[in-house]
C-alpha cells in the first residue's frame, strides 16, 4: 500500500513539473525569406524591422469573399487575448495575397471596419507583386497563393502562422474555424519570453 501511495505521489510531482517547465514547444524552423514591403500606413516594412519581435501572420485581401473577414476577426480576438497575456512586443503581420488592389488605402479602410485593442500593433502589407507573393507564402510558409483563373479572388491558406525574434516560422494554426485563441495568446508570450 505505500509503495502504490509513494508510485502516484512521484507521478503527480512528475506531471507537475512536465507542466511548469515545458515551455514554448516548436513545431516548425522554416525561415522567413527577406522581404520590403509597404504598410497600411504608406510606411515601409522589412524583415529585419522585425528582428526581435513575435509576430503573427496571415495571407488576407480585401474583396475576399469567403475566409478573410472571419480571420481578421480572429486575429482582433487574439489580439485581445494577447494583450490579456500582457505581452508587450509583438506584431500582427498580414500579407495582401492582391497587391495590385489592396493599396496602403484600401487596407487601412478595411482594417478601420475591425475593433482593434492595439491598431499599432497591426501591419497589413503591400506593394509587391503577385509573383513575389506566391513565391514569399511557398518559400517561408509552405502556404499557397495563386490566383483564380475564373473569379476576381485569389486562392490561399487560411493558417496563421507564429514568426520568433530570428524570423522563424516555429508554429502554424488554423486562421478559420476551431481558432486555438488561448493557445496562440500563451504560445506568443512564452515565445516573447524566451
Known amino acids: ?39 497600411h500606413r504608406g510606411e515601409t516594412l522589412a524583415l529585419e524591422d522585425l528582428q526581435g519581435t513575435v509576430w503573427l501572420s496571415a495571407f488576407i485581401f480585401t474583396n475576399c469573399a469567403t475566409i478573410c473577414p472571419p480571420m481578421t476577426a480572429n486575429l482582433t480576438d ?38 482593434l485593442a492595439d491598431e499599432s500593433k497591426w501591419e497589413l502589407l503591400t506593394g509587391y507583386d503577385q509573383a513575389f507573393i506566391s513565391q514569399l507564402a511557398k518559400n517561408s510558409f509552405k502556404a499557397l497563393v495563386q490566383n483564380d483563373a475564373n473569379s476576381d479572388q485569389v486562392i490561399h491558406g487560411s ?36
Open 1 to 39: 500500500m505505500h509503495l502504490k501511495k509513494l508510485l502516484l505521489t512521484l507521478l503527480a510531482v512528475v506531471t507537475i513539473l512536465a507542466g511548469c517547465g515545458g515551455g514554448f514547444e516548436r513545431q516548425t524552423d522554416w525561415e522567413v525569406e527577406s522581404f520590403s514591403a509597404t504598410t
Open 78 to 115: 487574439i489580439q485581445e487575448a494577447v494583450e490579456e497575456q500582457g505581452v508587450e512586443n509583438y506584431k500582427i503581420v498580414a500579407f495582401s495575397v492582391d497587391p495590385e488592389v489592396d493599396s496602403p488605402e484600401v487596407l487601412t479602410d478595411y482594417l478601420s471596419m475591425y475593433e
Open 159 to 194: 493558417s496563421f502562422y507564429l514568426v520568433d525574434q530570428e524570423g522563424i516560422v516555429v508554429k502554424s494554426y488554423s486562421g478559420v474555424s476551431d481558432v486555438p485563441v488561448d493557445e496562440i495568446a500563451q504560445d506568443m508570450k512564452a515565445l516573447s519570453e524566451e
